[in-house]
């Protein structure tokens, strides 16, 4: 079964520091790519997603991710966070194989920012 | 510009009784997804709609659980009987389906706790 895998269930950074929240594909089978955050009681928003193109793209608040095919990988990253980036973080692949609308989810990472 | 509304917010209810989720999705969507988030699976997809009709429901758990879509703005998740291990937050999304990936929006969540 395809699977989503994001390697830090949770990483603590000080702030105005990068960080860096991995997360790799099961197959390299065609594959479009997302990043959601979700705040403490709401809901996932989108940050950013990779459907083709370049391999670097850029999101909200900061934050940008590169497409790497071989390594089967999405890795989100920023050069420097705030307080406010305190949240959980979703990788989600979408396999066309499977159709244009489901999404794995991987297990999410908790980015906590520390003062 | 109201996003995905989800009611109740907070179900608390005891074991073997019935619960209905609601959900409104964003106007002008015609896809619409139930998931369900917990600590030990993550986030699941239970099933989801085009234009009111289900197309993948594999992922609802068992016959306890069942899902409709009357209307375009309109849709229910109902357990009957609840079970403790039903316990988690139940997401819903909807997406405009047109080509290609989809963004999904995201509710809020219910809550739900099955003592």
């Given amino acids: 079964a395809q699977s989503v895998t994001q390697l830090d269930s949770q990483v603590p950074v000080f702030e105005e520091a990068p960080v860096e929240l991995r997360c790799n594909y099961s197959s390299s089978v065609s594959v479009y790519l997302f990043w959601y955050v979700q705040y403490p009681n709401q809901g996932l928003q989108l940050l950013l997603k990779y459907l083709s193109g370049s391999t670097l793209v850029k999101g909200i608040n900061g934050f940008e991710a590169e497409f790497n095919k071989s390594q089967t990988s999405f890795h989100l990253r920023k050069p420097s966070v705030h307080i406010s980036d305190t949240a959980e973080y979703f990788c989600a692949v979408n396999w066309r194989d499977q159709g244009a609308q489901k999404l794995v989810f991987g297990q999410g990472t908790r980015l906590t920012i520390n003062p | ?115």
């Fill in chain 2, 1 to 115: 510009d109201a996003g995905v509304i989800q009611s109740p917010r907070h179900e608390v209810t005891e074991m073997g009784q019935e619960v209905t989720l609601r959900c409104k999705p964003i106007s002008g969507h015609n896809s619409l997804f139930w998931y369900r988030q917990t600590m030990m699976r993550g986030l699941e997809l239970l099933i989801y709609f085009n234009n009111n009709v289900p197309i993948d429901d594999s992922g609802m758990p068992e016959d306890r659980f069942s899902a409709k879509m009357p209307n375009a703005s309109f849709s229910t998740l109902k357990i009957q009987p609840s079970e403790p291990r039903d316990s988690a937050v139940y997401f819903c999304a909807s997406s405009l389906r047109t080509s290609g990936p989809y963004e999904q929006y995201f509710g809020p969540g219910t809550r739900l706790t099955v003592t």
